[in-house]
């Protein structure tokens, strides 16, 4: 990574000017001010500074810098939002040798495949299609918003289309667009619909096609390689992300058509997985916009078993997962399909199960079957040890009276498959667990850090001058929280801004940066830059006294206190009496 290109990005956008194109900012004070792009409200919270050049929402607590700002918006990684704004910027960057790039031919060949799809779906020749579209509710306005094409029955359609359009045929197999036998090119969709696959940021990276009728595979996708991977893409989620984030869940379907029915009654935030099989790629891309994932596969067996293991993946990213039941016989398409289906819909959402007593549900002819209950009981209760503990806990007794045992026995059980899981965690295999506590428990919740504390990491932050000329150990005395602690003393080792942002966004941690522009917000309403080292340093001296002083004063209360440190205890009273060390 070019620490020096990260700077000179930083230096040449203005966050006023990026934020701006998609938040309505109106100038308060110092700063701008706007609705928060990240949470539904009214009453403007979003500030972004434009000395600062960071931003911050005092609703919801997001903020960082343009690099923060654009992952967080468009759920990207810090290495696909650098080359963004990079070229925004006018930056080249050096090229890593181990990341292809996307080469502008093979993006020419797709581009120019998907308008003829489109255009032989509006032809004459794409009349039967047509026609099936519609007898699945899908009209020709519709098809055309959901940019859904097709492909004619014979073998070289396509290619003699992109001959024609002078596309080198290297490109188009690059694409996928053609297969090769025995030395010769032919189209690889042939008589079906097709639907073109675009990933988060909107790029067009392959497509898949429907049989509509006659013999063959029901659906193929484009073969994987340097553009398109299956682990890391989920259809519509260009158009889902910003639902996603305003309604704090995603719907996941398993195929095209139940995605776009979804969407055209009004369930926008649902996205497709391309099959019954899920990736931890997947669920790290559903994490970045909302917590909440409900999963609605078809209702028969096969498509209850795949929501049993998706389940499982998804979790492992801290997602709150959630199934949709379905009637027997039912796909979401053919729900939505009925007079009242959005309604019926919207209820077996609400109505959606956690993970445990849903996998009872599936597993229950095998619990009364004598001759397969033990295994499915150890499967249930391997499912539920899992789970974060919190989460876990709920669900207990629930558990224990679904799978037909008694509570004692239950909670030896999962201590005994708790125990087993973490003997496999010290081979190196992550826990679930250990990820969901260190980002919601304890004083790790983001919301509980005392703001001086965040004031102090922020001027560590911005003050150079100041940062060379602090101890670590007049640091770390004024503050309590961990999280805090360690950034100060990152700050304080020496590295650059620049490298530690770098750092914390390729990671994926998100924290430090929000924490230091929550800092900024603090500071910017509390003094003068002049002044604002001593403001923050005696409100946090203040703070640390306070506590010394509540400690004292409960082992006087309880008859233990020494006689020096009843002394201590009447000097720190006379001294926040005076006024030291007041906030």
Known sequence: ???????????????????????????????????????????????????????????CGRGGDIYSFV?????????????????????????????????????????????????????AGGEGARKYLERRGISSGNAA?????????????????????????????????????????????????????????????????????????????????????????????????????ERGRSILVEGYMDAVKLHMAGFTEAVASLGTSLADE??????????????????????????????????????DIRVVVLPAGKDPDDLLAESDGAKRFEVLLQRSEPLPLFHIRVKRSELEDESRRTEARREIIRGLAELPSLEANRHISQVAQGIGILLPEMLDLLRAARESAGKERKKGISSPESVYIDRQEGPGKEGDVDPWESALCFLLWTDEKGRADTAPEAVLRLLSDERAKSIAVTLLSGDSTAELRSRWAEMGDSFPMRMISSGGAHC?????????????????????????????????????????????YLELARRLKGGVGSS
């Open 1 to 59: 990574m070019d620490r020096d290109s990260v700077r000179e990005i930083k230096d040449r956008i203005d966050i006023v000017e990026l934020i701006g194109e998609t938040v309505q900012l109106r100038r308060a004070g110092k700063s701008f001010r706007g609705l928060c792009p990240f949470h539904s409200e009214k009453t403007p919270s979003f500030h972004v500074s434009t000395d600062r050049q960071t931003y911050h929402c005092f609703g």
């Open 71 to 123: 992952m967080e918006r468009e759920g990207l990684s810090f290495s696909e939002v650098l080359a963004m704004l990079a070229e925004r910027a006018g930056v080249t960057l050096e090229r890593r040798p181990d990341r292809p790039e996307r080469g502008s031919g093979v993006s020419k060949a797709m581009d120019t495949a998907l308008s003829f799809f489109r255009d032989s779906l509006a032809g």
């Open 145 to 245: 918003g959901f940019e859904i094409g097709w492909s004619p029955s014979s073998w070289d359609s396509l290619k003699r289309d992109l001959e024609a359009r002078k596309i080198p045929l290297a490109d188009a197999m690059a694409a996928g667009l053609l297969a090769e036998s025995d030395r010769r090119q032919y189209d690889r969709f042939r008589g079906r619909i097709i639907f073109p696959i675009r990933d988060v940021q909107g790029r067009l990276v392959a497509f898949g096609g429907r049989l509509v009728d006659g013999e063959g595979t029901k659906y193929i996708n484009s073969p994987e390689g340097d553009l398109y991977s299956k682990r890391k893409t989920l259809y519509l989620l260009n158009s889902a992300k910003q639902s996603i984030r």
């Open 282 to 319: 997947q669920a790290v891309l559903l994490k970045r916009f909302a917590d909440q994932c409900l999963i609605c596969y078809d209702a028969d067996t096969a498509g209850q078993a795949a929501t049993i293991r998706g389940m499982y993946v998804l979790q492992r990213s801290g997602l």
């Open 524 to 568: 910017e309403r509390n003094g003068e830059s002049g002044e604002l080292w001593k403001i923050v340093v005696s409100a946090l001296e203040g703070k640390r006294l306070r506590g010394r002083l509540s400690a004292l004063k409960e082992r006087h209360a309880r008859k233990e206190a020494s006689p020096e440190e009843m002394k201590e």
